[in-house]
Structures are given as C-alpha cells and as structure tokens.
C-alpha cells in the first residue's frame, strides 16, 4: 500500500530555473499569468544571467533565487529547496503552458491521494511546422522507453512535471546537484522508489525544439543520460531495482512494511 497525502487545498509554487533566456522567459511567464488557475507563487532560479533575466522576472512578479552552482541540477533543486507551495510544479523558461496546466496538475494530484509526482508530455512550438507533431513523438517517446525499464516506473519530464512539497523534503539529501546529469531522470530515481508517479495526459505544455538544435547539444544529451543512469549503479542497476520495488509493494500489501503516512 502507498502513501496517502492530504488533498489540498494547496498552495502551488512553480519553478524556473533560467539562465540568459529573457525573452522566451518573458513568453512563459506571460503563459503563466493567464493561467485558469493562477499559482501562488513563482521562483526563477537565476543560474548566472547576464542579460535581463532576473529583472524580467521581477517585473512580472516573480520571486527571484540566485543559484551560483552552474547546471540545470542545482538551479532546479535551490528553486525546489525554497519553493513554499504545498505543489511544486517545474518547466522551464522556453516552455509554454496551456492555459489550464497549473488547474490539470492541481486536479491531478487531488484526485490521487496515493500519488506524489505527476508528469506530462509537450509538443513543439518551434522550428519547421512540418516536423513538430512527429519529432516531439520521436523525443519523448525515446526518452519513456529507455527511462521506463531503466526505472522499473514512468519518468519524469523535466518541462512538465510536479510533486509534493512534503516528498521533496524527505528526499532532497539524496539528489545530485552537479551540472552532468539529467536532473529529472535523477528525480525519478530517488522519488520512484518509494512513491508513486502517475502521467498526467492533460497538463498540456509547448516547449522549443533547441534540444534538436545541434547534433553535439543532442550527443551531449544522451551522455548525460547514460552518465545518470550508470552513476545509480549497482544499487539501481535495472534487475536489483525492480526486484526492490516490487518487494516492497508485496511486503505492504501483506501488511508487513507500514503504510507511509504523511500529515501536512
């Protein structure tokens, strides 16, 4: 048996991390100000901007965190560390939500009160119109199928995922903060072992095609992936992972292991 959490209401933090991206900031968080449901607060984790990044932040309300550890790891985890919201919610600064992202998220995790991260997919909003439906397919659905049997559970997207504030804290020791990992596929390790992630098809999200951009930005990519999966090994090396996982959920069905329970 999973944990069960409190079902709100919540408050909602949304985190940025952002380095030199003032005007696709600018774009996002003006997708975020015509949110359905408008969240509470937004920290933009300013990873050593020298152009107008913090500053455009600040204008559009947003609280502004300054990260002096380069790489999208630590920038992402100061904004998870300072996050106040009950949800935390992460995209990043060239991504444009749709109107109801924020609203589908918090119905989501009301609805599963056994659920402690959700994530969602993305569409492309740039580079030919002719290839976005298909090369969004081709990147995400390559990154669940070799995330999927690497965890032994879904993944989290980086661009669009969201978790409890209270899962965070138990676990923030144990992630890695340097610049040469997938920081989300590094999330789903720790936070997938023991709690359920769930995919939450309606939290509709556009990002940009720039992880396509280069043949050396997207060889860099999967390096770092492969550098994040081999660094959990061997004690997440896929078999010992699995086994653990499905043990556990045997032990607490049998009523052996504890149900976790967490009170807000």
Avoid at 101 to 119: F, K, Y
Avoid at 191 to 214: E, N, V, Y
Avoid at 243 to 258: E, F, H, S, T, W
Wanted: aromatic fraction near 6%; charged fraction near 25%.
């Amino acid at each position: 048996m999973s944990a069960r959490y409190a079902r709100g209401p919540y408050r909602v933090s949304v985190v940025i991390p952002v380095k030199d991206d003032g005007a696709l900031l600018r774009r996002c968080l003006r997708a975020l100000s015509l949110q359905t449901r408008r969240p509470d607060e937004i920290v933009v984790v300013d990873n050593g901007s020298v152009d107008d990044s913090a500053e455009i932040a600040r204008r559009h309300g947003a609280r502004v965190v300054v990260c002096a550890d380069p790489g999208i790891p630590a920038a992402s985890a100061t904004g998870y560390d300072a996050a106040l919201g009950d949800l935390i919610l992460r995209l990043d600064a060239d991504c444009i939500p749709a109107r109801t992202w924020v609203e589908e998220i918090v119905a989501a995790l009301t609805r599963r009160g056994d659920v402690a991260a959700v994530t969602g997919g993305a569409r492309f909003v740039d580079g030919p119109r002719s290839l976005r439906s298909w090369a969004a397919a081709a990147y995400l659905g390559a990154y669940f199928a070799v995330a999927v049997p690497t965890l032994g559970h879904l993944p989290l997207f980086g661009s669009n995922l969201a978790f409890r504030r209270e899962v965070w804290l138990r676990m923030r020791h144990r992630i890695h903060r340097h610049a040469n990992i997938h920081d989300d596929l590094d999330l789903a390790f720790h936070l997938g072992d023991q709690h359920r992630i769930r995919f939450a098809p309606r939290a509709a999200m556009g990002m940009s095609m720039r992880p396509l951009a280069s043949a050396r930005g997207f060889a860099l990519r999967i390096e770092r992936g492969v550098r994040t999966v081999v660094g959990h090994w061997p004690a997440d090396f896929p078999p010992v992972r699995w086994n653990r996982i499905v043990l556990r959920k045997l032990l607490r069905r049998a009523g052996i292991l504890p149900r976790r329970r967490t009170v807000r």
